[in-house]
């Protein structure tokens, strides 16, 4: 697992800054604003894993779309899609979009992922991006429910990066290793999350949390038949 010690554009964060946040955090959904340095420095380690030129982006879960934003500012993409629940959420992406001035190359769908009669756009894009909900009592396991959307929604050979607390760590690799539509998963970076006050509960200004970027691949049947031939 490497580090990030790359330095963030300046200008790029400059402007991601300028993005707009959660006017009303929902509780519920677990609405919390990913940072544009943890965001760029995201980006910067999937690239350099998987490479992010010429690929069809799709950000979970994408709230007011920092992440989704980041990836079109910074690399071109050949199409982005953000996919959430919240109205309220894609409304500010939306803006987000146009601040950028990469709202064509980007579309926004609503939509409940974990809604079983939901209608997905499975096996659509190249790469998935994920700042799942890392679940309370009452939704225990939400984050991995994510990853499995993210999965399904990816080519064969396709990847899904998610972030995750490092103290589950031994968990998420333990139960991904498991699913047989995953060719490899691995931690591939560890960053600190300064996380801002968000809601009245929280006592501190900002905490630091430790999480990975999980990198889960997807099993590709045709290479694995192009191995047998040989």
């Known amino acids: 697992m490497n580090s990030l010690i790359q330095m963030p554009d300046k200008k790029v964060l ?23 340095e943890l965001a760029v420095s995201m980006m910067e380690m999937i690239d350099e894993t998987v490479g992010l030129d010429g690929v069809k982006l799709v950000d979970i879960g994408c709230g007011c779309g920092m992440l989704m934003t980041t990836a079109a500012t910074l690399y071109d993409l ?14 500010i992406c ?11 190359n980007c579309d926004l769908l609503q939509m409940d992922v974990l809604d079983p009669e939901a209608k997905l756009p499975q096996g659509e894009f190249d790469v998935a991006v994920i700042n799942p909900p890392f679940g309370t009592k009452n939704n ?41 539509d995953l060719e490899d998963v691995e931690a591939c970076a560890q960053m600190r999350w300064k996380l801002s006050a968000t809601y009245k ?5 900002s905490v630091d949390i430790d999480v990975d970027l999980i990198h889960f691949k997807k099993t590709n049947p045709d290479k694995k038949e192009e191995k047998r031939s040989e």
């Open 14 to 36: 400059w402007m991601l800054d300028e993005l707009e946040g959660f006017e009303k955090p929902k509780i519920k959904l677990e609405q919390y604003a990913t940072s544009s």
């Open 78 to 91: 050949k199409s982005v899609v953000g996919i959430d629940i919240d109205e309220d959420a894609l409304k």
């Open 94 to 104: 939306a803006k987000n979009l146009e601040t950028a001035d990469i709202q064509e």
């Open 140 to 180: 225990a396991g939400i984050d991995m429910k994510f990853v499995k959307i993210g999965i399904e929604l990816v080519r064969p050979g396709g990847s899904v990066f998610s972030l995750h607390k490092s103290s589950t760590r031994n968990y998420i690799l333990k139960t991904a290793n498991k699913w047989e």
């Open 201 to 205: 509960f929280h006592k501190e200004k």
